[in-house]
């Protein structure tokens, strides 16, 4: 029979084990095979010593919503800037304490909650194979009957809610004939990103809303070159994603690691080649040079948190209008 002295020996150990669990709430593709996190927990887990990372993965927003202080986790990921006041206003993040004179994005972040990873452009991904002559503005797209469309729900998408506030921005309160005219074009608006993507490499669709950036998968892991962003003189809309630390992290010094990790050049990389988005604290010279290479657009559409909030809904009110025209 053990004694209570081997028991609570036993059950020291075990603790300092769990001790050393870094828990990072994501979204479902982050963790997946094909997405940054296997990768960020290698290379995290060779410079913390003995700890683990592991991933939760699911609908981040909805678990801060719904869960609130009883969320176990130490650090969120995948957030992006649209979303990031709901986030704020849970009261569930600590500042993050890192440099921000690293970063490389071209808008100004100054933000000591939320530290962002990485950043990119929407963009209408086209066929090269299929679309010969791309639309080159958002107002020739709505002219274009001989192109097909399918694109996300922004009530359930984070590329949807981007379209939705770029459209937003760039038409204002005619925002309704805009998504009228879509309408007219679209062969379907999926939940999410994946399934749109997925139709649209199957063929069902000309274009897709997706990121400036999304050519580079085809072209790094396909050796395909046949897809690509059209680029608009308006501009683009820009979100960043972004991480953040939880003030009831059972880790907070693991998690003030993971951060400064965040901006190291190794995971800087990774988001390169796995996210497949332009990596927050790079300078452009050090990009890989496919992306490099790539079409870039040059005039930045966003808005800010809080104005992302308050337009959401009139805009959803307005999308909601021009799609059942």
Same mark, same amino acid.
């Given at each position: 029979?053990?004694?209570?002295?081997?028991?609570?020996?036993?059950?020291?150990?075990?603790?300092?084990?769990?001790?050393?669990?870094?828990?990072?709430?994501?979204?479902?593709?982050?963790?997946?095979?094909?997405?940054?996190?296997?990768?960020?927990?290698?290379?995290?887990?060779?410079?913390?010593?003995?700890?683990?990372?592991?991933?939760?993965?699911?609908?981040?927003?909805?678990?801060?919503?719904?869960?609130?202080?009883?969320?176990?986790?130490?650090?969120?990921?995948?957030?992006?800037?649209?979303?990031?006041?709901?986030?704020?206003?849970?009261?569930?993040?600590?500042?993050?304490?890192?440099?921000?004179?690293?970063?490389?994005?071209?808008?100004?972040?100054?933000?000591?909650?939320?530290?962002?990873?990485?950043?990119?452009?929407?963009?209408?991904?086209?066929?090269?194979?299929?679309?010969?002559?791309?639309?080159?503005?958002?107002?020739?797209?709505?002219?274009?009957?001989?192109?097909?469309?399918?694109?996300?729900?922004?009530?359930?998408?984070?590329?949807?809610?981007?379209?939705?506030?770029?459209?937003?921005?760039?038409?204002?309160?005619?925002? &309704?004939?805009?998504?009228? &005219?879509?309408?007219?074009?679209?062969?379907?608006?999926?939940?999410?990103?994946?399934?749109?993507?997925?139709?649209?490499?199957?063929?069902?669709?000309?274009?897709?809303?997706?990121?400036?950036?999304?050519?580079?998968?085809?072209?790094?892991?396909?050796?395909?070159?046949?897809?690509?962003?059209?680029?608009?003189?308006?501009?683009?809309?820009?979100?960043?994603?972004?991480?953040?630390?939880?003030?009831?992290?059972?880790?907070?010094?693991?998690?003030?690691?993971?951060?400064?990790?965040?901006?190291?050049?190794?995971?800087?990389?990774?988001? &390169?080649?796995?996210?497949?988005?332009?990596?927050?604290?790079?300078?452009?010279?050090?990009?890989?040079?496919?992306?490099?290479?790539?079409?870039?657009?040059?005039?930045?559409?966003?808005?800010?948190?809080?104005?992302?909030?308050?337009?959401?809904?009139?805009?959803?009110?307005?999308?909601?209008?021009?799609?059942?025209?």
């Amino acid at each position: 029979m053990k004694s209570p002295l081997f028991a609570a020996a036993f059950l020291g150990l075990a603790a300092s084990a769990q001790a050393q669990t870094l828990t990072v709430i994501a979204p479902d593709y982050f963790g997946s095979e094909w997405g940054p996190g296997p990768a960020i927990k290698e290379g995290f887990e060779a410079r913390c010593n003995g700890c683990t990372l592991e991933f939760r993965t699911g609908d981040v927003m909805s678990r801060l919503q719904l869960e609130g202080a009883r969320l176990e986790g130490d650090v969120v990921i995948g957030l992006n800037t649209d979303t990031t006041l709901r986030a704020r206003e849970t009261g569930l993040f600590v500042p993050h304490g890192q440099p921000l004179d690293a970063l490389t994005l071209p808008i100004d972040w100054e933000d000591e909650t939320f530290l962002p990873f990485n950043w990119g452009y929407n963009a209408w991904v086209y066929d090269k194979t299929r679309v010969e002559n791309p639309p080159t503005s958002f107002a020739e797209l709505l002219t274009r009957e001989d192109i097909s469309l399918v694109w996300q729900d922004p009530r359930s998408s984070g590329a949807g809610l981007a379209l939705l506030l770029w459209v937003d921005q760039l038409y204002g309160e005619d925002a &309704a004939e805009v998504w009228a &005219a879509l309408s007219r074009q679209t062969v379907t608006v999926t939940a999410g990103w994946s399934e749109a993507y997925g139709l649209f490499t199957e063929g069902e669709a000309d274009m897709v809303m997706s990121y400036a950036t999304s050519p580079v998968y085809h072209i790094v892991a396909e050796e395909d070159d046949s897809k690509a962003a059209a680029i608009f003189e308006e501009g683009h809309y820009l979100t960043a994603e972004v991480a953040g630390i939880l003030s009831g992290a059972a880790q907070p010094d693991l998690a003030a690691d993971f951060m400064a990790y965040v901006l190291s050049a190794e995971f800087q990389q990774m988001i &390169a080649y796995a996210n497949w988005s332009y990596p927050s604290a790079l300078p452009r010279a050090d990009w890989p040079e496919v992306m490099r290479d790539l079409p870039f657009p040059e005039t930045p559409i966003r808005y800010d948190e809080a104005k992302a909030e308050k337009r959401r809904g009139p805009a959803l009110d307005l999308w909601l209008q021009g799609m059942t025209r």
